[in-house]
């Protein structure tokens, strides 16, 4: 059998080096989580001077300040662009200066959005999922912007399709995030909190079943709704939107058919 070859002992020369590099590491992530709480509490003071001083008027301040920088940014670039003569950096500085009405557009819902959301924290959730999905949209209008400006150098049969299918179905994109949302918001304050109500409640697992009781087909949507003490019906429906929206609702339906046991409890037919 081969000997192991010795390990070399450390010398005291090295061991004192690693102690020294572990203290600075040490001192280092020190230095830095005292760093991420001043930051954040430095933010938030800012942001409480912010919304104290200015009020209602803040996110139009902001927004305002937001336009004077993209305005020195496109100045910026065609600075740069002089000796390049780039057609690229043209097409781009050219799109946001001709659409700055739009920026700016943006700029005040973003700031107003924020500004709704944490002035009325406890109400802001009837419009979250409309916000949000509108903000998704202007996002990607800008990307199909950016594409066709890409594509006009590049010119890519790819780019056009993938820019030609966005924007045609930015509406539809705008319905699909916003049924989502919603359904989101619905499964969050029907569900998931007396979901948590009833874990606080009892520490007992509680089994899933199949209902027997209140059933179209399998009792999948019957059982979960007995499980979540909620209706029925409003599973039901967000079954039919995941089916509409992605198409695999029957075969999840299917599986939680295979899976989920009957309830013992109730008579089956």
Known sequence: MPRKPKRKKETEIEKRAKDFAEEIEAIGKRFHKRMERKHKQWEREWEGWWFRTLGFIGPLIRSIFGIIF????????????????????????????????????????????????????????????LTTSIGIVIVLWICVWLLNIINASVGSSVIASVSNFLYSNLAGILFLFLILGYAFVIIRILIMRPLVVNMKKSKKVKRLYRSGKDKILGGVCGGIAEYFNVDPTIIRVLWVLWFLAFGSGILAYIIAWIIIPRNPKHKWK
């Open 70 to 129: 993209l305005v020195f940014g496109i100045w910026l670039l065609n600075w740069i662009n002089i000796p390049m003569g780039s057609n690229f950096i043209s097409r781009l500085t050219n799109f946001i200066f001709t659409n700055l009405h739009w920026f700016f557009a943006f700029f005040v819902f973003s700031n107003y959005t924020e500004y709704f959301s944490k002035r009325y924290k406890k109400s802001y959730w009837i419009i979250s999922p």
